[in-house]
């Protein structure tokens, strides 16, 4: 599926009307459409490559904003809310909860609202105002050069480095569809812990993006709890899991590293000096299990800025 | 001749009538049971794995709800895009066997589908519940109009029919 497609894939959660409006486009401007943000009382923007843009009532984007730009009303707004649910908000209520709700294509639409609070915790969201959804867009090949540097010589430990958006998650994706398929003859057993479904992106119990056909997901368990899971029921060669942080998830991934399962983990880090300096980052190095680390540069996705060995960032 | 034969067909006539009516309270009492057992369905995938609404239509469509042919188009227009409280309602308004029989009950269950799918799980089951109530009474109401129209019916018709044949005998 390209671009194209998968936009046309995403827009289909708006009410007939909009969706035909956003179809009408260029193929060009719905290439290069990342994000279509959706605001009560507001006009529909959408967030290009150029800019954000205004969606214009004759099908077209513009950067003018006038009387003619499409704006929705809060009940066309909670009407998709309920589209983007799949009219089933007990289903989704938890990721509602989190702030985003990934929808058929591994689509994720953040919802915005008015939080209703127990003991200081987010129980539900009322008063949806806002809905920012962000066009999926699986890179197949955006592991290729960190998989012949890390993984040309079998499965290993990596630690992949990065500052937001610069392509983390999208490149243990695809590391979790070459290690488990059969395009490189490895047929590792891979299993992903994706505590917060971006990996897999399952939709009503579908796996929306390509992990390969030897790979087990499990999706929405706290890291620390999924990881024992792995280690306890589906014996992988390798365990992928998306931005460590806590000291659970570093205490699970050591009883991991013990019984001799390797990691792909991502960690976020937005310059080398961050990288060296946590101390996570020493503390799985020290294990002796990470043979290699990268630091994504942020320029663009899945773009290595530098490799290191175990020795370059303990040294 | 003729007209013992005529007398028969109009006893015959009268009997079937009355059949026919107390098939209807017996489809009646048919329809509510699996409602019921929809609400059922729906509770138990809702409490055990908070199941989206395309699945519990499709569970409870398969799972013995056979008389109630909305829930599998219901399912069909909400994969197609459809808003599920529009799909239910245009749904059930379509399968006039059920309106015509329950015409009351056919609005109550129209009315659910402003409540499906939007809140909670205990919110959902809470919902459930409510409406298991509603139905549940309406079912022992139409279980007791059966049990006297089984035997009514039949023998009203066999009665009216036997008068009329004599009368025209």
């Known amino acids: 599926m390209n671009n194209s497609e998968r936009f046309a894939q995403a827009v289909r959660v708006f009410p007939p009307a909009l969706t035909h409006l956003f179809l009408g486009l260029t193929d060009s401007e719905k290439e290069s459409v990342r994000e279509i943000r959706l605001r009560a009382e507001k006009p529909v923007v959408a967030v290009t490559e150029s800019g954000c843009c205004f969606l214009h009532s004759s099908g077209r984007l513009t950067q003018i904003y006038s009387g003619h730009t499409v704006a929705l009303n809060s009940r066309e707004l909670e009407e998709i809310f309920h589209r983007v649910c799949s009219c089933s908000v007990h289903t989704f209520k938890d990721a509602i909860n989190r702030g985003f709700v990934t929808v058929e294509g591994g689509h994720r639409a953040g919802v915005g609202g008015t939080a209703v609070t127990e003991n200081g915790r987010v129980v539900s969201v009322r008063d949806i105002n806002c809905i920012n959804l962000r066009i999926a867009r699986e890179i197949r090949g955006a592991a290729d050069e960190i998989y012949s540097r890390c993984f040309s010589s079998g499965v290993g430990g990596l630690i992949v480095a990065g500052p937001p958006s610069s392509g983390k998650t999208t490149v243990l994706r695809d590391l979790a569809r070459q290690l488990s398929g059969v395009e490189r003859g490895v047929l590792a057993r891979v299993f992903v812990c994706d505590e917060r479904g971006e990996i897999g992106a399952v939709h009503c119990g579908r796996v929306q993006n390509d992990l390969g056909i030897n790979c087990d997901l499990i999706t929405s368990y706290p890291k620390s709890e999924g990881i024992l899971i792995g280690l306890r029921s589906f014996s992988p060669d390798i365990i992928i899991c998306d931005e460590i942080a806590t000291e659970e998830e570093i205490l699970a991934i050591e009883s991991g590293l013990r019984t001799g399962v390797d990691f792909a983990l991502s960690i976020h880090a937005g310059s080398e000096t961050e990288l060296r300096s946590k101390p996570t980052v020493r503390r799985l190095v020290e294990s002796g299990c990470f043979a290699n680390a990268v630091l994504l540069s942020g320029k663009e996705v899945g773009k290595v800025e530098k490799y290191f060995s175990a020795g370059d960032l303990i040294g | 001749m003729a007209e013992f034969a005529a007398a028969l067909l109009v006893a015959a006539a009268f009997?079937?009538?009355?059949?026919?009516?107390?098939?209807?309270?017996?489809?009646?009492?048919?329809?509510?049971?699996?409602?019921?057992?929809?609400?059922?369905?729906?509770?138990?995938?809702?409490?055990?794995?908070?199941?989206?609404?395309?699945?519990?239509?499709?569970?409870?469509?398969?799972?013995?709800?056979?008389?109630?042919?909305?829930?599998?188009?219901?399912?069909?227009?909400?994969?197609?895009?459809?808003?599920?409280?529009?799909?239910?309602?245009?749904?059930?308004?379509?399968?006039?066997?059920?309106?015509?029989?329950?015409?009351?009950?056919?609005?109550?269950?129209?009315?659910?589908?402003?409540?499906?799918?939007?809140?909670?799980?205990?919110?959902?089951?809470?919902?459930?519940?409510?409406?298991?109530?509603?139905?549940?009474?309406?079912?022992?109401?139409?279980e007791e109009i059966f049990r006297r129209s089984a035997a009514l019916y039949p023998k009203l018709g066999i009665m009216f029919g036997v008068s009329a044949a004599l009368f025209l005998a």
């Open chain 2, 15 to 142: 009997v079937i009538g009355g059949r026919m009516l107390a098939s209807a309270a017996s489809e009646r009492v048919e329809f509510i049971k699996e409602i019921l057992l929809m609400l059922n369905i729906f509770e138990t995938r809702l409490r055990y794995a908070g199941a989206p609404v395309s699945e519990l239509l499709h569970l409870a469509s398969e799972g013995g709800c056979s008389r109630l042919l909305f829930l599998e188009k219901c399912g069909i227009l909400l994969a197609e895009g459809e808003i599920f409280k529009d799909a239910w309602e245009k749904c059930i308004r379509e399968h006039t066997a059920f309106c015509r029989l329950l015409p009351e009950e056919s609005e109550k269950l129209i009315g659910m589908g402003s409540d499906i799918g939007r809140t909670d799980v205990e919110g959902q089951l809470s919902c459930c519940g409510y409406y298991k109530e509603i139905f549940g009474a309406c079912l022992l109401e139409k």
